[in-house]
């Protein structure tokens, strides 16, 4: 039976407050699945993706995936 391959994602990190963003930045951080500073969520590495990353880059940070 063959396996399937584990797709490559980014690890998001939120690490500095949202308190003060423009509205849009803020949404953009809660479509990342992030909520509270310290949290992370693994994303796809989609051109999508790395648009909402770009557009809260001062926000996160990314490691990416194994």
Same mark, same amino acid.
């Given at each position: 039976?063959a @396996?399937? #391959?584990?797709? /490559? %994602? !980014? @690890?998001?990190? =939120?690490?500095? $407050?949202?308190? %003060? $963003? #423009?509205k &849009?930045?803020? /949404? @953009?951080? #809660?479509? !990342? %699945? !992030?909520s509270?500073l310290? &949290?992370t969520?693994?994303?796809? &590495?989609?051109?999508?993706?790395? %648009?909402?990353?770009n #557009?809260?880059?001062? =926000?996160?940070?990314?490691?990416?995936?194994?």
């Open positions: 039976m @396996t399937k #391959k584990k797709a /490559a %994602g !980014l @690890t998001v990190k =939120l690490v500095k $407050s949202t308190i %003060g $963003s #423009k &849009d930045q803020i /949404a @953009t951080v #809660k479509s !990342l %699945g !992030l509270k310290g &949290d969520s693994v994303q796809p &590495d989609n051109a999508q993706t790395r %648009g909402k990353i #557009k809260v880059s001062h =926000l996160v940070t990314i490691v990416e995936g194994k």
